[in-house]
């Protein structure tokens, strides 16, 4: 949540509802008003008011999910009040919970015989958080057990990750490592990361599906450095792989891919039912690959609301809608559904990477080959105007396209990135790309170079 302040009073502190029942043509913005109104008032608004938000669908920087079945909408409005944590009132979400979790549990392929454990969560950010927490405490008993010193635990990561992992690393006190971006490979490669990795790293953080370019790290190339490490100094670093995007994506179009718990050294996986598990925002996954991963006094056990059940979770109450949201979608899709969806997504992908590579403006710095993300930047040849220009001129047309550079050592680099979801059709696409050429045609057609601000150093989505 952004933190917001206080506001101070305005002196004309009202919106003015089209309503002319008496009392009803002052509304206060901030301050909680004297009387109640007729619900079908505040409903026309609130309505009013959030109109103003953009189209979701015209929004290329998200990756979150912002489209469904109807009928997904419909059992959504019939399970809204189901409260997650409340697993005696609602034993029936918790199954279905759990059904989740032996779902991913075989699409990740945990290995049979170990039982894997996990759990939903708000998103991946909670699911980083529980992953990481978990990885601090493995390391701190290992090390009281070792009579060594556990105060200067580290967590050693690319410099692309989404910024849950600096939350992580400030929030537990773990001191981050951020492994450098360097040339034109914008993530974690395993050369460079043996030069960060000591016996008090807590884990290497491997992201299938860097937010910055779509790009999935080498998890295999990851571990098998670590392998290496291991046996010349006896120390075993675990691996977690921040799926969040790519662990709806991988098992379907890349599925010979070895990134899960086909790798015995990736302990944790976490991912986001609601990005490319194509559930409406709220909801997400993390799974361990046994329950010797997920230390026993991380786990809560609560009765209060009848029933002993264990939790692992940073809130306690919580929508149990969007879990329910989730299985509706495996059964939905399936295998084949799942498939089909993000190869349309891929296909498109493509497509706009193709159309961009065309374009003698824009130098393509992905294509939409691991994630069906495209990232381009600007040719040498243009130096009138910036990405930044393009990402303006494309909101006149109503599209979100964010324009960042990219991480530590290549921040000289600023890209465009579309972020193809389901619901991004090829006609879609064909629309975006007229509006991408009319919008670079009037911007090469300007008699000077655009003025330019101070801009965003980065952008985190
Ligand atoms: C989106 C994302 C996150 C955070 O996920 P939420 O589900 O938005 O909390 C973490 N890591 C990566 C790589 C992401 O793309």
Redesign the pocket.
């Given at each position: 949540m952004a933190v917001h302040r206080r506001r101070a009073a305005e002196a004309e502190s009202t919106i003015v509802p089209r309503f002319t029942r008496a009392g009803m043509q002052h509304v206060p913005k901030d301050r909680l008003p004297e009387r109640e109104m007729l619900p079908g008032t505040a409903y026309q608004i609130v309505l009013d008011e959030v109109m103003l938000d953009g189209n979701a669908r015209f929004n290329l920087a998200t990756?979150v999910t912002t489209w469904m079945d109807e009928e997904a909408d419909r059992l959504y409005a019939a399970t809204f009040d189901k409260n997650m944590i409340d697993k005696d009132e609602y034993p029936q979400t918790a199954e279905i919970e759990s059904r989740c979790v032996t779902m991913l549990a075989e699409l990740w392929h945990a290995p049979y015989g170990a039982e894997a454990v996990g759990t939903s969560t708000t998103?991946?950010?909670e699911g980083?958080m529980l992953a990481g927490l978990a990885l601090k405490r493995r390391w701190q008993q290992a090390r009281r057990q070792a009579g060594q010193p556990t105060d200067r635990p580290n967590i050693v990561m690319g410099a692309n990750v989404?910024v849950?992992w600096e939350k992580f690393a400030n929030y537990w006190e773990v001191e981050p490592r951020y492994v450098p971006c360097e040339g034109n490979v914008f993530h974690l490669t395993a050369d460079r990361l043996l030069e960060h990795v000591d016996e008090n790293t807590i884990g290497v953080v491997a992201?299938l599906?860097?937010?910055m370019d779509g790009s999935y790290e080498p998890v295999l190339e990851i571990c098998e450095a670590l392998d290496r490490y291991e046996a010349s100094s006896g120390v075993s670093v675990p691996v977690h792989v921040?799926a969040?995007?790519g662990g709806f994506v991988a098992p379907f179009l890349q599925p010979e891919l070895p990134w899960d718990f086909r790798l015995p050294r990736v302990v944790s996986i976490q991912s986001?039912g609601?990005?490319f598990g194509l559930v409406y925002p709220g909801v997400?996954w993390v799974l361990w690959r046994d329950a010797e991963h997920l230390p026993e006094d991380l786990v809560f056990h609560v009765n209060y609301l009848g029933g002993d059940m264990p939790t692992f979770a940073l809130n306690f109450s919580r929508p149990g809608a969007q879990v329910i949201l989730q299985y509706f979608q495996f059964l939905r899709l399936g295998m084949d559904g799942y498939r089909l969806v993000q190869q349309a997504c891929r296909d498109v992908a493509l497509h706009i990477a193709r159309a961009v590579e065309d374009m003698p403006e824009y130098d393509l710095v992905a294509g939409g080959t691991d994630l069906p993300v495209v990232c381009f930047a600007m040719s040498g040849e243009v130096s009138k105007y910036t990405v930044y220009d393009v990402s303006r001129k494309l909101r006149e047309r109503g599209w979100l396209v964010p324009a960042y550079t990219m991480p530590p050592k290549r921040e000289d680099l600023a890209v465009l990135r579309v972020v193809v979801r389901n619901g991004f059709s090829h006609d879609m696409a064909d629309l975006f790309l007229r509006d991408l050429r009319d919008a670079t045609r009037w911007l090469d057609h300007l008699d000077a170079a655009m003025p330019h601000e101070e801009q965003p150093s980065s952008f985190h989505h």
């Open positions: 990756f998103g991946s950010s980083c989404q849950v992201v599906g860097s937010t921040d969040a995007s986001s609601h990005k997400g």
